[in-house]
């Protein structure tokens, strides 16, 4: 199996910035693409950036871009979040995913097989 660590999150106020960890642990052979989705109170989980196994290809979703950025570093297993001029709207329980190898990347929560158990971010106006 695979467990998914989230660690970062916290309370900020807006236009501060926060960098968010993921670190993978178990048979992390298994996996490939990594994403952050967020989940904002009374709201849907939503895609937010995701990662390919060499790091090539990005995706990011259009509410955060030019704002976050996604890395990992393979040697650590871990994958990270920048998160630049926040904002309260990113106030959100932002979760890890990873999925198995595959041709694409996804930014549906369905496709994800591996789920961390999220870390709260709150940012006050």
């Known amino acids: 199996q695979v467990q998914l660590i989230e660690s970062g999150g916290g309370l900020v106020q807006a236009g501060d910035s926060l960098r968010l960890s993921c670190a993978a642990s178990g048979r992390t052979l298994r996996i490939s693409t990594m994403a952050w989705f967020r989940q904002g109170p009374g709201k849907e989980r939503e895609f937010v950036a995701a990662i390919s196994w060499t790091g090539s290809k990005t995706a990011t979703a259009d509410s955060v871009k030019g704002r976050f950025a996604i890395s990992r570093d393979n040697a650590k297993n871990t994958v990270y979040l920048q998160m630049n001029s926040l904002k309260p709207e990113d106030t959100a329980v932002y979760y890890c995913?990873?999925?198995?190898?595959?041709?694409?990347?996804?930014?549906?929560?369905?496709?994800?097989?591996?789920w961390g158990q999220g870390t709260q971010v709150t940012v006050s106006s």
């Open positions: 995913a990873a999925d198995r190898p595959a041709p694409v990347i996804y930014t549906t929560a369905n496709e994800y097989d591996f």
